[in-house]
Structure formats: C-alpha cells, structure tokens
C-alpha cells in the first residue's frame, strides 16, 4: 500500500539498526551502512553526532518525519509541563498515524500514513485523514467497514512480530480500539533504545 516500501530498509542502513524489529531489515544481513564506502571504520561520534543520530532515529521511526514537523512536535513538547524528553515520546505516539500503526491494523509506520490520507480511519465515529491528528485519552479509533477486509490490513493483524501496547485497547474481530493513555518512553516497545534526552540536548545547542 505504500509508495515508500523500501524506505524503512534505506533508514535501517543509514542508522545502522534494525529500527522497527523487522525480519527482513537489510542490518539482519548486514550492519555497515549503504554505499561503496559503507564498510570502512566508522569514526568516534562527537556528542553533536550522538545528539543528531538519536533525532534522525525518532525522526525515521515515526515515517521519517521532516525537520519541519518535528521540529515543531518538539516545540509543543518543551511548552508542556514536565520532562521534554517524555513529552516529546508522548506526542509522538499520540499522532494517529502511530496509534494505527501501534494497533497493528498496517504492517508499517509508512502504510499507516497513507491509510490514514485515504480515509481509512474513524475517531470517535468521524473520518479523520490526516496522520498527524492527536488522539486523547479515551479516543475511539476503528476502520471504516468497507476497509476491514482489504488484504494489508489481514495481514498486518496477524503478524507476530508486533504486541499491541498496554496503553491501547483493541478488538481484532470488530476492527475498533480505545487509546487508553498517552504512554512514558518505558511504555512504548521500540526495538531499539530511544534517547529523547539527546534529543533535547541537541535543540539546547543548535
């Protein structure tokens, strides 16, 4: 379904990590980084090469999001009280085209977007198309009926690589769930370790 299918595999070679635990992501094969000169030493990171690498790698996680709007989910995030690192985590998964992604109704961060823009998805019983709307505690969000059996979604349902989150609800069988709570970083199941604090860092100084 989506036109970015092998976008995913270019963000896991260029981070060097399997970012979403996919079995068939390249870094599985091989860990060095693309291109002819992918398989010389890498250099020591300096610590603005740390900070940049943890953001490029939320930045790819969540559909490879451009400087512009995450740059403006982290400015949200820092007017909110408490910890920026964990607001920014919450925005984040609070965006609805995570939420379907997390739910497991599309395989990828990717196909989520696009089931999104093509009207796919209900929230509190009225069509919402665009990805970046946040869902709030107590949301409902399912699938428009006439979307329920098309093929990805099936599919995506029945892979195990993925566990939905605690802090959503889902019923598989009536295509609907509930976002119960905007999660903690310890909440949400990466598959590999984010450091939104270096995210933080990294805006402090540039």
Same mark, same amino acid.
């Given at each position: 379904?989506?036109? &970015? ?8 070679? +260029?981070?060097?990590?399997? =970012?979403?635990? +996919? /079995? ?5 094969? &091989? ?8 398989? +010389?030493?890498? @250099?020591?990171? $300096? ?7 943890? #953001? ?20 949200? @995030? ?13 925005? =984040?998964?609070?965006?609805?085209? @995570? ?7 599309? /395989?990828?961060?990717?196909?989520? &977007? ?7 998805? =209900? ?10 709307? #946040? ?12 979307? +329920? ?8 349902? $029945? ?5 939905? /989150? ?8 009536? *295509? ?12 949400? !199941? ?5 450091? !939104?604090?270096?995210?933080?860092? *990294?805006? @402090?100084?540039?």
């Amino acid at each position: 379904m989506s036109k &970015r299918t092998a976008a995913k595999h270019k963000i896991d070679r +260029r981070m060097g990590e399997n =970012l979403w635990g +996919r /079995p068939k992501s390249p870094v599985n094969r &091989r860990e060095y980084g693309p291109g002819e000169h992918g398989q +010389r030493r890498k @250099a020591k990171l $300096s610590d603005f090469g740390i900070q940049l690498r943890a #953001k490029q790698k939320l930045k790819g996680y969540y559909g490879d999001l451009t400087e512009k709007q995450f740059r403006r989910i982290f400015s949200e @995030a820092e007017r909110l009280k408490g910890d920026t690192g964990e607001n920014l985590i919450g925005l =984040l998964e609070r965006r609805l085209d @995570a939420v379907v992604y997390r739910l497991k109704f599309v /395989p990828t961060i990717f196909s989520a &977007r696009q089931f999104v823009n093509h009207g796919h998805i =209900l929230v509190n019983g009225n069509v919402v198309n665009i990805p970046s709307f #946040k869902v709030n505690d107590g949301d409902k969000i399912q699938l428009n009926e006439k979307s +329920r059996q098309i093929p990805i979604v099936l599919e995506a349902i $029945s892979l195990p690589e993925r566990d939905v /989150p605690d802090y959503l609800e889902v019923d598989h069988v009536n *295509f609907s769930a509930k976002f119960i709570r905007t999660p903690s970083l310890d909440d949400v !199941p990466y598959a590999v370790i984010m450091e !939104p604090n270096l995210v933080v860092e *990294f805006y @402090a100084k540039n």
